[in-house]
C-alpha cells in the first residue's frame, strides 16, 4: 500500500512560480512511474507530467512543456513538480499518482494510488 501527500500548492501571480511536493510512504516507492495530473472546475482530469521509476524518462502534456519539470527523489520517496511562468489557465487542483507498473502513462485510468490534491490558483 501507498499513500501519497501533495503540498506547496497556493496563490500565485501569472508569470510566477511554484513547487509542488508530493511524499510518498512505503517502500515501493522507488519501484514505480509517477505522474501529476490536474482538474480545474467543470473539466476533465488533465494529464500534466509522467516520469519513470528511475527519473530518467520524463512526458509532458503540450499545455506545460517548457514551463513545467517533474522529478524524483526515490531516497526521500518524495516528487516533485516544478511549475515556471504560470498561467491564469493552470488553475486547478493537482494530484500525484503512482501506477504499479514498469511504464508511465498519460491516463489517469491507469494509475492505482492517488494523493488528496493540492490547490494551484494563478491570478492576474
Known amino acids: 500500500q501507498v499513500a501519497l501527500v ?7 501571480h501569472a508569470g510566477g512560480s511554484l513547487r509542488l511536493s508530493c511524499a510518498a510512504s ?6 514505480y512511474p509517477m505522474g501529476w495530473f490536474r482538474q480545474a472546475p467543470g473539466k476533465e482530469r488533465e494529464f500534466v507530467a509522467s516520469i ?3 527519473g530518467g524518462g520524463t512526458n509532458y502534456g503540450d499545455s506545460v512543456k517548457g514551463r513545467f519539470t517533474i ?3 526515490n531516497a526521500k520517496s518524495t ?10 489557465e493552470d488553475t486547478a487542483v493537482y494530484y500525484c ?3 504499479r ?9 491507469l494509475y492505482d494510488y492517488w494523493g488528496q490534491g493540492t490547490q494551484v490558483t494563478v491570478s492576474s
Open 52 to 54: 519513470s521509476w528511475s
Open 26 to 31: 512505503g517502500r515501493a516507492f522507488s519501484n
Open 6 to 12: 501533495e503540498s506547496g500548492g497556493g496563490l500565485v
Open 71 to 73: 522529478s524524483r527523489d
Open 79 to 88: 516528487a516533485y513538480l516544478q511549475m515556471n511562468n504560470l498561467k491564469l
Open 97 to 99: 499518482a503512482i501506477r
Open 101 to 109: 507498473t514498469l511504464a508511465a502513462s498519460t491516463s489517469s485510468g
